[in-house]
């Protein structure tokens, strides 16, 4: 029997796309084979790809200068596919540190490039997002990374920074939970086991324009726009995952899009905020304009309450609200797969648990 997950990636995939991918996966389309057992070079998988592609165009609004590419490696290969790429002119970048995934951003980078850490909140654990007003930003930097959802620390930035240098996103958690204005971006990209779909899959949006800036004397597995060239099938791509991705855009689509999964998820994220600030019992330390509305970290009054508080969810069939090792506590992600009534059932939990423990 299927529960509220809560995990933050691999995380929950929309009932709907799953039996429609069960309903097919032993033969697609009178092919006589399952999806994935059939060349991605065939014309019934090349159609399935290129739907998935214009489907995710569409979703996003991207407008026709920018490129969609359907990769591999997962987010912590775009630390150093970023640099590779767009480090060798200047050879430096500007970073903004304001959590975990930005800090081994960092670290990737700067085995390539130098890298200029020009604003940060680890000397306040990450309870916030440095305001972009006042980064400073280096004379010589290629662009500057930052990322706008920070998983673990449940931070993040509601605002699109407003910048006179490429911007390159980390977006792997926070794609798709609302609309995204693409055009202020030289580069956005993100692993698609958190909103998108299956792991397997990395989701990269990027300025044609920009894109021939790139180093050209690099293997061509690294090479976006050597990528472009070949369709996203420079070699063979996790073809599973990206009809499964597809599945995913067109349940966005039918759902409304997402203006609806705007409205939705802040809703999601408003009333467990809410919640959480009018309890004794339960707290988020994350400065109230930087708080995630896809992943909400919160602490016990005890923490030794830890373990049972998750033993208990679990048997309530609530599942994987232990938050990351490195910050403990526990956390909700609540990506657009979740619905309001899985949260309205953790809200109930956590009132029950607390008038037994508190
Ligand atoms: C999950 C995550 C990553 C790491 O993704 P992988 O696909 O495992 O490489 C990087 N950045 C952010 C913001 C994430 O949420």
Same mark, same amino acid.
């Given at each position: 029997?299927?529960?509220?997950?809560?995990?933050?990636?691999?995380?929950?995939? #929309?009932?709907?796309?799953?039996?429609?991918?069960?309903?097919?996966?032993?033969?697609?389309?009178?092919?006589?084979?399952?999806?994935?057992?059939?060349?991605?070079?065939?014309?019934?998988?090349?159609?399935?790809?290129?739907?998935?592609? #214009?489907?995710?165009?569409?979703?996003?609004?991207?407008?026709?200068?920018?490129?969609?590419?359907?990769?591999?490696?997962?987010?912590?290969?775009?630390?150093?596919?970023?640099?590779?790429?767009?480090?060798?002119?200047?050879?430096?970048?500007?970073?903004?540190?304001?959590?975990? +995934?930005?800090?081994?951003?960092?670290?990737?980078?700067?085995?390539?490039?130098?890298?200029?850490?020009?604003?940060?909140?680890?000397?306040? #654990?990450?309870?916030?997002?440095?305001?972009?007003?006042?980064?400073?930003?280096?004379?010589?930097?290629?662009?500057?990374?930052?990322?706008?959802?920070?998983?673990?620390?449940?931070?993040?930035?509601?605002?699109?920074?407003?910048?006179?240098?490429?911007?390159?996103?980390?977006?792997?958690?926070?794609?798709?939970?609302?609309?995204?204005?693409?055009?202020?971006?030289?580069?956005?990209?993100?692993?698609?086991?958190?909103?998108?779909?299956?792991?397997?899959?990395?989701?990269?949006?990027?300025?044609?324009?920009?894109?021939?800036?790139?180093?050209?004397?690099?293997?061509?597995?690294?090479?976006?726009?050597?990528?472009?060239?070949?369709?996203?099938?420079?070699?063979?791509?996790?073809?599973?995952? +990206?009809?499964?991705?597809?599945?995913?855009?067109?349940?966005?689509?039918?759902?409304?899009?997402?203006?609806?999964?705007?409205?939705?998820?802040?809703?999601?994220?408003?009333?467990?905020?809410?919640?959480?600030?009018?309890?004794?019992?339960?707290?988020?330390?994350?400065?109230?304009?930087?708080?995630?509305?896809?992943?909400?970290?919160?602490?016990?009054?005890?923490?030794?309450?830890?373990?049972?508080?998750?033993?208990?969810?679990?048997?309530?069939?609530?599942?994987?609200?232990?938050?990351?090792?490195?910050?403990?506590?526990?956390?909700?992600?609540?990506?657009?797969?979740?619905?309001?009534?899985?949260?309205?059932?953790?809200?109930?939990?956590?009132?029950?648990?607390?008038?037994?423990?508190?």
């Amino acid at each position: 029997m299927r529960k509220w997950n809560f995990c933050a990636g691999p995380a929950a995939i #929309s009932e709907d796309v799953l039996q429609e991918v069960k309903s097919e996966l032993l033969e697609f389309k009178n092919s006589g084979a399952s999806v994935m057992e059939i060349s991605h070079r065939s014309e019934v998988y090349s159609s399935v790809a290129r739907e998935a592609k #214009s489907d995710l165009i569409e979703i996003l609004n991207i407008p026709d200068n920018y490129e969609v590419l359907f990769l591999q490696g997962g987010a912590t290969h775009q630390f150093s596919m970023v640099p590779y790429n767009f480090g060798h002119n200047t050879k430096e970048a500007d970073y903004i540190l304001s959590g975990t +995934w930005s800090k081994k951003a960092i670290a990737e980078a700067s085995k390539i490039i130098k890298v200029n850490t020009i604003a940060t909140s680890e000397g306040k #654990s990450f309870s916030y997002a440095p305001d972009y007003k006042d980064w400073s930003i280096s004379d010589n930097a290629a662009y500057v990374h930052y990322c706008p959802n920070e998983t673990i620390q449940g931070v993040a930035y509601h605002e699109i920074p407003n910048i006179n240098k490429p911007l390159i996103a980390d977006a792997s958690s926070v794609i798709l939970s609302e609309p995204l204005d693409v055009n202020k971006f030289s580069l956005i990209y993100a692993g698609a086991q958190k909103n998108i779909g299956p792991a397997g899959l990395t989701i990269v949006i990027i300025d044609r324009d920009f894109m021939e800036y790139g180093n050209p004397n690099i293997p061509n597995i690294l090479k976006y726009s050597e990528h472009s060239l070949s369709e996203s099938m420079l070699n063979t791509p996790p073809t599973f995952a +990206w009809y499964m991705a597809g599945k995913v855009f067109k349940w966005i689509k039918d759902s409304g899009g997402l203006d609806y999964f705007k409205t939705q998820n802040h809703k999601k994220a408003s009333k467990l905020y809410e919640f959480i600030d009018n309890s004794s019992f339960y707290s988020n330390n994350v400065d109230s304009v930087n708080r995630s509305i896809m992943n909400v970290p919160f602490l016990l009054a005890n923490d030794d309450l830890d373990k049972t508080f998750l033993s208990e969810a679990e048997d309530n069939e609530l599942l994987n609200l232990k938050g990351h090792r490195s910050v403990g506590g526990m956390r909700a992600s609540i990506y657009n797969a979740m619905p309001l009534e899985g949260v309205e059932e953790l809200i109930k939990f956590m009132e029950h648990f607390e008038s037994s423990y508190g």
